[in-house]
C-alpha cells in the first residue's frame, strides 16, 4: 500500500512516519506540505530507513505525478474537508486524522465524499484492543474515560485544537465503539480549551469523560456493569509507559499507527493477501461517518456547556447526498 502523507507536523514526525516503517506491505511513496523545511525533515526520517519518499508542495501536485494507493490527511483540521474532497475527486481514499472537521455540517459533508474516507481513531488499535473481548455484548454499562497529556511535552507545529476537539473526541469514539451504541443525549458539559468534562448517554449505557491538554500523560478507562461490578480496565501513561519505553517497547501511539495501517491496507486488499496482515481481529476501522457521530456529541457538549449542563439530545447523523 503506497501512502502520500499530507501534513509534515508532529503526528507525521513521531507517528506516521515510525508507524509505517514498521507495518507489513506498507511504504510511504510521498510527503506532501507547502512548509519545505518541515518537508524536507519528515522526508529525511523516512529515508533513514532505508528508502526514499518525493516530496511535493501540495495534494494535488502529488497526485498528479504519484499512483497512490491512500491519502493520509495529517494537516491542521481547517484542511481536512478541502483535502479529503481533492482526494476523493481522484478517486483515492482518505484516511483522516481526528477531529475529522471543525463543525458538524463539515463532518457530514466528509461522510458523504465517495470513496468514503476512514477516520483515524487509533485508540480503538489501543485501547479498543485491549478491551473490546472483555465488554459484554449485553447489558447496561457503565464507563469512565479519561485522557490527558501535557500539550507543550507533544509541541504541536500549528495545530492548537481545543481540549474537546484534540483529546475528547477520542474518547467519544471509544465509547461508542466499545459499547456498540448509539449516543443518545448529552449532560453536565464543562467546555474550557484545554480541558473538558461530560456525560454521554448511550443507547446500552452511560460515559463519564474528562479530557485536558494541561496536565500529565494518563489514558484510563474503566467499565462496570450495571451492579458497578468491574469488567474492564485499561491504562496508560506515567510510570508504565515511561518502564515499557525504558525497556526498548513500541512506542503506543507508533503501534496503535502501525495497526491501524496494516487494518486499511488490508480492507484495500482483495481479494486479501494471504501472506500479509488483514489487521487485528475485532477492530473495524473507523470511517467518516463515525466521525460525523462524534461531531454530533461534541455539538451537543457545546450546547450543554452553554446551557449550563443541562441535557442536550444527540442529534442522529443526517444522511448527506454526495
Known sequence: MRLGVVGCGRITERGYIPAARAA???????????NAERLELCRGLWREGGEEARGYASLSSL???EPIDLVVVAAPL????ALAEEAAAAGVRSLVEKPPAPDLDAAQRLAALRPEPLLAFNRRFLQGLE???????EGWLELDLELRFRREDWGAHEARDEALLDAGIHLIDLATY????API??????????????EIELARGRARITCATDRSHRETITIRDRGGKQVARSAWGGIRTRLASAMGRPDPLAQSLQRQLEAVGGSLREPPHPLLPQGPPHCPLATARDGATAMSVVASA????ELGGAEVTVAPTKEVAA
Not at 24 to 34: C, N, Y
Not at 78 to 81: C, V
Not at 185 to 198: C, F, K, M, N, Q
Open 63 to 65: 497526485l498528479a505525478a
Open 78 to 81: 481547517e484542511h481536512h474537508l
Open 131 to 137: 478491551l473490546r473481548d472483555a465488554v459484554p455484548a
Open 302 to 305: 457545546r450546547r450543554s456547556a
Open 24 to 34: 507489513a506491505g506498507v511504504a510511504i511513496a510521498a510527503f506532501a506540505d507547502p
Open 185 to 198: 443525549a448529552v449532560r453536565r458539559a464543562e467546555l474550557e480549551p484545554e480541558r473538558a468534562s461530560l
Open 178 to 181: 466499545l459499547t456498540n451504541a
